[in-house]
């Protein structure tokens, strides 16, 4: 599965395991693929592909969040699903 999400655009998203989810914002700084994360061919099975990004507004020294979007097309960030929403 190819990532339709590219390097410098804004996203927000909601991390749906927090009690209460509170929507928050954030831009691409990096697009991965398995390989590029230095995974295997057996990780295909399991993960389409990694979005490194900055949350906005950004901080100082800033943190750098991993997503990964599974093949089911499902994504996650620290092992907590995530809904995740393109900005234009």
Sequence with gaps: MESIIKVGQRF?????ADEPPSERQGVVIRVLSNREEGFG???????SY???AHELPE????????????TDGKVYLDGKMTD???LP
Excluded: A, H, N
């Design 59 to 70: 901080t100082e020294p800033s943190t750098i969040l991993v997503f990964v979007r599974s």
């Design 12 to 16: 927000k998203f909601t991390i749906l």
């Design 50 to 52: 990694w979005v490194e």
């Design 41 to 47: 061919l057996d990780v295909d099975q399991y993960m």
């Design 84 to 86: 995740v929403t393109l």
